[in-house]
């Protein structure tokens, strides 16, 4: 698996529309083949900065994600809501496995 960790500062003034875009764009990638989870986080200590929890089978669905229409309309729609550019920082899943993490307890 591929796991993409985001951390985005929004201005206060453009919260529920952040808010919005990234729920639309967020269900969007879910159904993406390559997508297995995107999580939207709010921080409770500063209800201005997100995490975004991003898990692809591998890279190349990240790539693919990058493509589509509702991401490339997402970052054209949030960009003027940053204090700053997105920080994302990329992962190599260790644990779960692939297989494990799709296995019922």
Known sequence: MFVVCVTVNVKE????EF???TLE???N???EPLNFRFDVLQCLDDLNRFFLYEVY???E???AHKETDHYKKWREIVAQMMVKPREGIKHKN???TTEEAFIAK
């Not at 003034?13 to 529920?16: P, T």
């Open 29 to 31: 990638t879910r159904e």
């Open 61 to 63: 669905g990240m790539f």
């Open 57 to 59: 089978k591998n890279e």
């Open 94 to 96: 260790i644990f779960p």
């Open 19 to 21: 808010i919005k875009a």
């Open 13 to 16: 003034e453009y919260l529920d």
């Open 25 to 27: 764009n967020a269900k």
